[in-house]
């Protein structure tokens, strides 16, 4: 007997849907987990961490109920997990359509009392189905910190390299008032915590790599580690005065120095020394009618680097001050801009910049020094012996002595895919023993100068 085609199609349909409405018991049904692993960078103990998730795929035609997704480690674990926005230690009998699939989303906190170093924190996450068991493995490394919120620095302060600062809400250092922070110390920063200077900073860095201080974003796990813009920055408010900053390193901020108006003596408002300021997002120095010495400071890959505006006393000594455009930076500014007035303003400007470099390649920008001028004020800038990249010499500079126009300062390495950049030079380099006697005897990296001529920029071959 022939079955109508209508009445074989219904049937087919019905046993395909019998088919998606049954469970698939087999240990060999298709299950894809997104991860075998969740790794986490340095989380800072008790702030917790970001969200990570995986997703557990049932890629059969029929339903998959997982027996139980476990957190190892259960309620005691440092980790949290919630599955399909609904948290808890362990989850039975879920169930998962045809094709379908669920998230595990999971987060990491750190106990407090595990003490000062580094350590791991490991757990798993069991998934079990059909007599089967997955793990998905969890790592993260925590480190103990001193934690502040909105802290303000009503008398004078030091830190000491014991464990590293966590800085939420905001720092404030009263007028009047010192912080200082002595070598090694570590600074992390929240994305809306400034901190701010009403009174004096000190940071005390040394040579070596682990003695110097370093600020950055507390968001330590990429790809947010190397995001600019992720704190604001340090800003320098008209109180201030007599800030210095030896061997620090200032990156990923907003705004990684911000100094306003003249120092209430006769200091320069901020010194830098030996300093390092890369990868911020709107610029590297900014100044309003301020005072700056920076000697062998590198300022690099920032929106825009240098930006004085509005007059004031600068001096720049041995500075490498260089952007190239990357995935982070449009390079669309100069790394130099230096003028006597803003906001229809003007004020008097003093500015030298000796034995420096200012390059930038890739990017929109075709002089990287523009100096700007307005008005009757005084109006002093001089460049003496720097190498730059300029179509047009800057005018109402005073006559520039010793210059290296446009000639490539062929630094060691550049990778902007990799965001990796060595600013050191290469033998061949037209920077190298070209700079004029300033009295400076050690470089960026505590080295030694020579007598005689040195080279250009923040680095001396040796």
């Known amino acids: 007997m022939k079955i109508p085609g209508i009445l074989l199609l219904s049937l087919l349909v019905f046993i395909f849907s019998c088919r998606k409405d049954s469970y698939i018991t087999s240990p060999d049904a298709r299950v894809t987990i997104s991860a075998d692993t969740l790794k986490y960078d340095t989380v800072f103990v008790t702030a917790g961490s970001i969200y990570q998730s995986f997703t557990i795929i049932n890629e059969n035609n029929q339903k998959l109920r997982l027996s139980s997704v476990k957190l190892m480690g259960g309620a005691a674990s440092s980790y949290k997990m919630n599955v399909d926005g609904i948290a808890g230690a362990q989850f039975t009998d879920l169930e998962i359509e045809a094709n379908d699939s669920i998230y595990v989303f999971v987060q990491v906190n750190v106990d407090p009392a595990t003490g000062s170093l580094p350590f791991i924190i490991r757990d798993s996450i069991q998934v079990r189905y059909n007599g089967t068991d997955r793990l998905v493995q969890l790592e993260a490394w925590g480190k103990n910190a001193h934690f502040f919120r909105d802290k303000v620095i009503m008398a004078d302060e030091t830190w000491n390299n014991d464990l590293p600062y966590v800085i939420l809400g905001s720092l404030l250092i009263d007028a009047g008032k010192t912080l200082t922070i002595n070598q090694g110390c570590k600074v992390y920063v929240h994305a809306d915590a400034p901190v701010i200077v009403d009174g004096t900073l000190r940071v005390n860095g040394q040579k070596d790599t682990a003695d110097r201080v370093y600020f950055q974003g507390d968001r330590l796990d990429e790809p947010y580690r190397s995001f600019p813009a992720s704190w604001p920055g340090i800003f320098f408010r008209n109180t201030s005065r007599d800030n210095l900053l030896s ?192 009295g400076i005897t050690s470089d960026l990296d505590g080295k030694p100068r020579p007598v005689g001529l040195p080279d250009l920029g923040c680095f001396e071959k040796q």
């Open 247 to 438: 061997y620090a390193v200032i990156k990923n901020a907003y705004q990684a120095i911000a100094v306003q108006d003249p120092s209430p003596n006769t200091n320069p408002k901020v010194t830098l020394q030996e300093c390092v300021i890369d990868n911020a997002f709107d610029a590297g120095i900014i100044a309003v009618n301020s005072s700056i010495t920076a000697r062998n400071c590198l300022v690099s890959n920032c929106g825009k680097n240098i930006l004085l505006v509005k007059g004031g006393n600068y001096q720049f000594t041995h500075c490498t001050v260089v952007t190239y455009a990357n995935r982070f930076i449009d390079h669309k500014d100069p790394v130099l801009t230096v003028t006597n007035f803003a906001n229809n303003a003007t004020a008097d400007l003093n500015a030298s910049f000796i034995n420096c470099i200012f390059w930038g390649e890739n990017g929109l920008a075709t002089d990287e020094v523009v100096v700007l001028k307005t008005g009757s004020t005084v109006f002093n800038v001089t460049f003496d012996h720097n190498l730059w990249k300029v179509q047009s010499v800057p005018a109402n500079i005073n006559p520039p002595l010793g210059m290296i126009n446009n000639q490539p300062p062929r630094f060691d390495s550049i990778n902007t895919s990799d965001h990796y950049y060595d600013f050191r030079l290469k033998t061949g380099s037209p920077a190298l023993n070209t700079g004029t006697s300033a």
